[in-house]
């Protein structure tokens, strides 16, 4: 018996192996993920590999929304950009993701990409404002502030279109259709709001984000979003809630706020952006 038992376990641990890695005098067989030891448990016989974890990429999102107030940076060079962006993106397929980009930007983005109906794919269905057009009047530092409600939105499950709306009088721009995606014709799984900047070539600095002004300076001095919510899979618009926002800030020369719940009209919020330098 303690044989057969011996013969047994053998058998589960030398499975034929696709191809074997000598790492640091250790000997790796590789196997079929499917025909590893584990899945020779009797109570295994029909259990669904799980690949990742449950983290936040598991959320299903059907649609981001944001007011973000609106600066002008005539000092930007012809190799600076800078943008206030919603993100919409799918990301679960291991070989590329889906990504929309929705909000206003100085430089038009000039060389980095397909923005805009530059390339086919936005259907533009509104006749009065064409993607790209000026935005005016503009937000004054330590003056008026004026901004922009956009609403990303997938219309409805009949469709699957992503549309693109001003949110203040439900003014539909127009959408992008379900046909040109490969990860986000049913859903997002990754939301992003905030700043951009960048230049281009190696004679440069960073340029402005935001008002051009730190977050700590606050209400009319540094550029916010307000009202930052998301669609769930229930179609209900709601605030995004701080305990799922992961600030992220790569650089010296600009600053992130706190994500707060003004438990105002205000909805939650963040300050955002710097000099640059």
Known sequence: EEDLELERQLKLLNKPAIKTIVENGDIFDCV???????FDHPSLKDHKLQHT???????????????ITVYGHPQLTSTQFTSSLIFVENDLNPDGSNIIKVGWTRDDFHGTGCIDIRCPG???????????ANISPLSVYNGVQYGMNFLLLRQDTSTSNWWLILKDDLKSIGYWPKEIF????????WLSF??????????????????GHFPFEGVNKSCVFVKVKNINTNSEW??????????????QCYGLGSFIDTKTSYGNMFYFGGPGG
Request: aromatic letters at 10%; proline letters at 11%.
């Open 194 to 211: 905030g700043g951009v900047a960048g230049y281009y070539g190696t004679d440069s600095k960073m340029p402005p984000m935001g008002s």
């Open 32 to 38: 079929d993920i499917y025909k590893q030891p584990a």
């Open 238 to 251: 709601v605030d995004l809630p701080p305990k799922d926002v992961s600030p992220n800030s790569h650089s």
């Open 53 to 67: 974890p449950y983290n936040s990429k598991d959320n299903k999102y059907l649609g981001a929304s944001a007011f």
């Open 182 to 189: 490969t990860t986000m014709s049913d859903h997002a799984n």
């Open 122 to 132: 936005f259907v533009q269905v509104n006749k009065e404002m064409p993607l790209g």
